[in-house]
């Protein structure tokens, strides 16, 4: 497993922007860039969802259709962190996202499918 920790989180109004930062202990430094990576978030009251994930190189990705066309997902394996930036944000985006790395190369969306959670971040939407 690795430590992620995030970042960037905030309250913004509607259709603003936050960038989430998702950065990964030095201790994985030989294998960070082996791993594809993914933001979920949890609302009160409500499942934690998949938002979007990211393969082990940045070359593919896939989002949840509620945040499509408004946030991308990328990852910086230098410096072993992931982004997610997130634009046009809604009061329905509300949540504590969480970021979570995959348990292999490729791309996923199931919570089972990822083995490491960052604590999470708080992002609060007003309208």
């Known amino acids: 497993q690795v430590q992620l920790v995030e970042s960037g989180g905030g309250s913004v109004q509607a259709r603003g922007s936050l960038r989430l930062s998702c950065a990964a202990s030095?201790?994985?430094?030989?294998?960070?860039?082996?791993?594809?990576m993914g933001w979920f978030r949890q609302a009160p009251g409500k499942e934690r969802e998949f938002v979007a994930s990211?393969?082990?190189?940045?070359?593919?990705?896939y989002y949840a259709d509620p945040v499509k066309g408004r946030f991308t997902i990328s990852k910086d394996n230098a410096k072993k962190t992931a982004y997610l930036q997130m634009n046009g944000l809604r009061p329905e985006d509300t949540a504590v996202y969480y970021c979570?790395?995959?348990?292999?190369?490729?791309?996923?969306?199931?919570?089972?499918?990822?083995?490491?959670w960052g604590q999470g971040t708080q992002v609060t939407v007003s309208s």
């Open positions: 030095a201790r994985t430094i030989n294998s960070y860039n082996l791993y594809g």
């Open positions: 979570a790395r995959s348990v292999g190369s490729t791309i996923y969306s199931q919570t089972g499918d990822f083995d490491s």
């Open positions: 990211i393969n082990w190189n940045g070359d593919s990705t």
